[in-house]
């Protein structure tokens, strides 16, 4: 099984302050996100389960997922929930030019700017990897560039659910930016770790917030 840094050491956040790994804060906020989709079904069964918590969430959406699935993607929206670019192709950074990887980001925008007539924010870069080159000119570009500090690892088929559970409940903190997938990949972990995860956190006091 390989190995995941679930934890977001402080040392990474310091060298790379540039971009958004937590946000701290004394309200107990903490920012669900969800990356890859939008799913048919899975990212309306997230909906159902973010909606009977009251809790709000942010979805780094692949471009082309939204192209496929616009009626899904409307949900999203009507719903209140933050978007965030996670390209147009699910590139890897590292192994992309840097122009591509921009015209790709770019791709995104046409096709979210289709639907919402306005202009997106928020970056995740696919795998966590992206060029300093990239990571400029998409802060030149007005975006804000979202890490995390919690990653759930529920995209890894070789973890168990109770693992997967156990890397969120045992790293979460308030101002904590955690990372879930609303993809078919990830549903037999998702499935199992949200439900728990918001009454955990409603029981503990969190407030579920979208990033901005």
């Not at 989709?37 to 899975?42: F, K, M, N, S, V």
């Not at 306005?118 to 570009?141: A, D, V, W």
Request: aromatic share 12%; glycine share 4%.
């Amino acid at each position: 099984m390989k190995l995941h840094w679930v934890k977001t050491h402080r040392t990474i956040k310091k060298i790379f302050s540039n971009y958004v790994w937590d946000i701290p804060n004394t309200e107990n906020n903490v920012y669900l996100t969800f990356d890859d989709g939008p799913t048919p079904e899975i990212t309306q069964w997230t909906l159902n389960h973010l909606k009977n918590y009251n809790a709000k969430a942010t979805f780094f959406c692949i471009g082309d997922n939204i192209r496929k699935h616009p009626e899904v993607f409307k949900e999203l929206l009507k719903d209140g929930h933050s978007i965030g670019n996670h390209t147009f192709n699910h590139l890897n950074g590292w192994k992309t030019n840097t122009k591509e990887y921009i015209e790709n980001t770019k791709l995104f925008e046409e096709e979210y700017s289709k639907l919402t007539h306005e202009k997106c924010t928020l970056f995740r870069p696919p795998y966590g990897k992206i060029k300093p080159s990239q990571s400029k000119i998409l802060r030149k570009m007005n975006y804000k560039i979202i890490m995390w500090d919690v990653l759930s690892v529920d995209f890894d088929t070789a973890i168990t659910p109770e693992q997967c559970l156990e890397n969120v409940l045992q790293n979460i903190s308030a101002g904590s930016i955690i990372v879930f997938h609303d993809s078919v990949k990830a549903y037999s972990n998702l499935e199992y770790v949200l439900p728990r995860t918001l009454e955990f956190l409603k029981q503990k006091g969190f407030v579920c917030a979208k990033l901005t």
